[in-house]
C-alpha cells in the first residue's frame, strides 16, 4: 500500500478543502466534512473508462497521481484491505445498459465493484448508499440519473476509542466560534488526560509550534487514530495545507503525557454537486469515456458526509457519484483545549491516509 508522506489521498483532501472554501466563501464560517478516500475510489473508477490523453491526464492531475497504475494501486488496496469492516467499509458500484465488458471486468477484479447493467434509478441507488453507510446517508440522489452511467463508492467507518472518554469529566464549556472571538456558543466539552489507553501507551502522540497544537487520540482498532489540530491564537483553521498535515506526522512525540479537550459534535454536510469544484481541479468533464461506453462524458460529481464524535467515539458515512451523460528532554505535560475551530481527522495509520476530513468550527449535536 501507499506509505509516502506525501501521498495523494492527503493532498487531494486538502486540495478539497481549499476549492470548497473558494467556492462557497459564505459557508466559511460553517461546519465542513469531507472524505477523500470517497470521491478518489469514484475516480478511479472514472479512470478505468477514460481514453489516455486529455481526459485521463484530467483525473490523474485531479487526485494527484502520476500515472493510472498508482491511482488504481491505492483505490484497489483500500478496496481490498479492509477485512474488518465494522470499522471501515469501501463499496463501489456501477449503474449503466452502456458499459463495455473490459470496463465491467476491471472495475470488479481491481476495486471489488457492484455492476448492475440497468438503467439507474434513485430509489435503489439511494437504497444501496443507505445500506452501505448503514443508514447514516439518505437520499443522495433527489431524482433519478440521466441515462448513461452513475459511478458510486460509499464509505462508513465506525469504531470506539481505545479508551472511552469518561461522561462524568464532560463539561459544559464556551466554544469560539469565529477565530477572533467575537462570537461563542456553549458545548458539550470532552477530556481525556495521560496515562491513556492501555499500559503500551503512558500518553499521546503530540505535535506543536508556533501555529498549531496536533494530539493524536488513537480507536479502539490500532489501524485507525484521530489527529485533531488546534491553530493557535490568530491562526485560521483555513490556512492549513498538506504538507502541514505531513509535518505533524513526522515530527510527533510519542507517550507525551497531557491532556486533550474536544467538544462532541456532529456534522453534515449536505448533497454537494462538486461537478465545478472538480472541472476547477482539472477533470475533463466532456472527455472521451469510451473505454466504460459509447458516448459517456461527466454530467455531475454529488458527495454527502455526516460525522458524529462522542464520548464512546466516532462514526462517519460519505458517498460519492458521478454520474456520465451521454456524450526532545522530558517536557511539561501538554494542555490543548479545543475552544475554537479546529481540524478533525480520521486517520489510517498504515499509510498515513486520510479517510475523513472535517473542519468543525460551530460544534452542534443536531
Same mark, same amino acid.
Given at each position: 500500500?501507499?506509505?509516502?508522506?506525501?501521498?495523494?489521498?492527503?493532498?487531494?483532501?486538502?486540495?478539497?478543502?481549499?476549492?470548497?472554501?473558494?467556492?462557497?466563501?459564505a459557508?466559511?464560517?460553517?461546519?465542513t466534512?469531507v472524505?477523500?478516500?470517497?470521491?478518489?475510489?469514484?475516480m478511479?473508477?472514472a479512470?478505468?473508462?477514460?481514453?489516455?490523453?486529455?481526459?485521463l491526464?484530467g483525473?490523474?492531475?485531479?487526485?494527484?497521481?502520476?500515472d493510472?497504475?498508482?491511482?488504481c494501486?491505492i483505490?484497489?488496496?483500500?478496496?481490498?484491505s479492509?477485512?474488518?469492516?465494522?470499522v471501515?467499509?469501501?463499496?463501489?458500484?456501477?449503474w449503466s !445498459?452502456? *458499459?463495455?465488458e473490459?470496463? @465491467?471486468?476491471?472495475?470488479?477484479?481491481?476495486?471489488?465493484?457492484?455492476?448492475?447493467?440497468?438503467?439507474?434509478?434513485k430509489?435503489?441507488?439511494? !437504497?444501496w448508499?443507505?445500506?452501505k453507510?448503514?443508514?447514516?446517508?439518505?437520499?443522495?440522489?433527489?431524482?433519478?440519473?440521466?441515462?448513461?452511467?452513475?459511478?458510486?463508492?460509499a464509505?462508513? +467507518?465506525?469504531?470506539?476509542?481505545?479508551?472511552?472518554?469518561?461522561?462524568?469529566?464532560t463539561?459544559?464549556?464556551?466554544f469560539h466560534?469565529?477565530?477572533?472571538?467575537?462570537?461563542s456558543?456553549k458545548v458539550?466539552?470532552?477530556? %481525556?488526560?495521560?496515562?491513556y489507553?492501555?499500559t503500551?501507551?503512558?500518553?499521546?502522540?503530540?505535535?506543536?509550534d508556533?501555529?498549531v497544537q496536533?494530539?493524536?487520540v488513537?480507536?479502539?482498532?490500532?489501524?485507525?487514530?484521530?489527529?485533531?489540530? *488546534?491553530?493557535?491564537?490568530?491562526?485560521?483553521?483555513?490556512?492549513?495545507?498538506?504538507?502541514?498535515?505531513?509535518?505533524?506526522?513526522e515530527?510527533?512525540?510519542?507517550?507525551?503525557?497531557? !491532556?486533550v !479537550?474536544?467538544?462532541?459534535f456532529?456534522?453534515?454536510?449536505?448533497?454537494?454537486?462538486?461537478?465545478?469544484?472538480?472541472e476547477?481541479?482539472?477533470?475533463?468533464?466532456?472527455?472521451?469515456?469510451?473505454k466504460m461506453g459509447?458516448g459517456l462524458?461527466?454530467?455531475?460529481?454529488?458527495?454527502?458526509?455526516?460525522?458524529?464524535?462522542?464520548?464512546?467515539?466516532?462514526?462517519?458515512?460519505?458517498a460519492?457519484a458521478?454520474?456520465? *451523460?451521454t %456524450?526532545?528532554?522530558?517536557?511539561?505535560?501538554?494542555h490543548?483545549?479545543?475552544?475554537?475551530?479546529?481540524l +478533525?481527522?480520521?486517520?489510517?495509520?498504515?499509510?498515513?491516509s486520510?479517510?475523513?476530513?472535517?473542519?468543525?468550527?460551530?460544534? @452542534?449535536?443536531?
Amino acid at each position: 500500500m501507499n506509505t509516502d508522506p506525501m501521498n495523494p489521498i492527503n493532498l487531494f483532501a486538502f486540495a478539497l478543502l481549499d476549492e470548497l472554501q473558494q467556492e462557497c466563501p459564505a459557508d466559511r464560517g460553517s461546519n465542513t466534512v469531507v472524505s477523500p478516500l470517497s470521491l478518489f475510489q469514484t475516480m478511479a473508477i472514472a479512470a478505468y473508462g477514460a481514453q489516455e490523453g486529455k481526459t485521463l491526464d484530467g483525473l490523474l492531475n485531479v487526485t494527484h497521481v502520476d500515472d493510472l497504475e498508482k491511482l488504481c494501486d491505492i483505490s484497489r488496496d483500500f478496496s481490498r484491505s479492509n477485512a474488518d469492516r465494522d470499522v471501515l467499509s469501501c463499496a463501489n458500484a456501477v449503474w449503466s !445498459s452502456h *458499459l463495455t465488458e473490459s470496463f @465491467t471486468d476491471d472495475v470488479k477484479a481491481n476495486l471489488n465493484a457492484e455492476v448492475f447493467p440497468e438503467a439507474p434509478h434513485k430509489d435503489i441507488i439511494n !437504497s444501496w448508499v443507505e445500506r452501505k453507510t448503514n443508514g447514516m446517508i439518505e437520499n443522495l440522489l433527489s431524482a433519478d440519473p440521466p441515462d448513461g452511467a452513475t459511478l458510486v463508492n460509499a464509505v462508513h +467507518f465506525k469504531d470506539q476509542w481505545k479508551t472511552s472518554f469518561m461522561k462524568s469529566f464532560t463539561k459544559e464549556a464556551d466554544f469560539h466560534t469565529q477565530q477572533e472571538g467575537e462570537a461563542s456558543m456553549k458545548v458539550d466539552m470532552m477530556v %481525556a488526560a495521560s496515562p491513556y489507553g492501555d499500559t503500551r501507551q503512558k500518553g499521546f502522540d503530540y505535535y506543536a509550534d508556533d501555529k498549531v497544537q496536533v494530539a493524536v487520540v488513537p480507536y479502539a482498532h490500532d489501524d485507525y487514530d484521530a489527529v485533531i489540530a *488546534l491553530p493557535a491564537e490568530g491562526v485560521s483553521v483555513d490556512n492549513f495545507v498538506a504538507r502541514d498535515f505531513d509535518v505533524w506526522c513526522e515530527g510527533m512525540q510519542h507517550n507525551k503525557e497531557g !491532556s486533550v !479537550s474536544f467538544p462532541k459534535f456532529k456534522v453534515e454536510y449536505g448533497v454537494r454537486d462538486m461537478t465545478k469544484l472538480f472541472e476547477r481541479m482539472g477533470l475533463v468533464l466532456d472527455g472521451d469515456y469510451s473505454k466504460m461506453g459509447p458516448g459517456l462524458e461527466v454530467g455531475s460529481v454529488l458527495h454527502k458526509a455526516v460525522m458524529t464524535v462522542d464520548e464512546e467515539g466516532t462514526e462517519a458515512a460519505a458517498a460519492s457519484a458521478m454520474m456520465m *451523460l451521454t %456524450a526532545m528532554p522530558i517536557d511539561p505535560p501538554f494542555h490543548m483545549v479545543c475552544d475554537r475551530p479546529f481540524l +478533525f481527522i480520521v486517520r489510517h495509520r498504515p499509510t498515513n491516509s486520510i479517510v475523513f476530513i472535517a473542519k468543525i468550527k460551530e460544534p @452542534t449535536l443536531v
